[in-house]
């Protein structure tokens, strides 16, 4: 069983950084995709950073420059560093990863619990 663990979400004033962390651990052979993801009450859940394999990262606009996202396949870790923090970044973040349990890519795609950001003054 799979299970991936978000930590690093808290409360931090317009301006401040904050830095998410994703762990999984279980049966894994290899993980082949990792992204972050974020949404509020009421919003559906969008789709902030993701890097297939070892690729540069792709980056949601809104959050690009200002937020950076890193990954350490060999710890099955991933991060993302959140600078310049606004208001609309309150959100749960969402970790998401594709992760191939067996040698022959069984699997699938498994989520964090989440984690609450929250940016206000």
């Known amino acids: 069983q799979v299970q991936l663990v978000e930590s690093g979400g808290g409360l931090v004033q317009p301006g401040g950084s904050l830095r998410l962390s994703c762990v999984a651990s279980?049966?894994?052979?290899?993980?082949?995709?990792m992204a972050w993801y974020r949404q509020a009450p009421g919003r559906q859940r969008e789709l902030v950073a993701s890097v297939i394999g070892h690729d540069s990262p792709n980056y949601d606009d809104s959050v690009k420059g200002r937020f950076a996202h890193s990954t350490d396949y060999a710890k099955n870790m991933m991060f993302m560093q959140m600078d310049n923090l606004k208001s609309d970044d309150t959100d749960v973040y969402y970790c998401n990863a594709k992760i191939y349990t067996t040698p022959s890519h069984a699997g699938g795609n498994f989520w964090g619990q989440g984690t609450q950001v929250t940016v206000s003054a």
């Open positions: 279980g049966s894994i052979f290899s993980i082949n995709y």
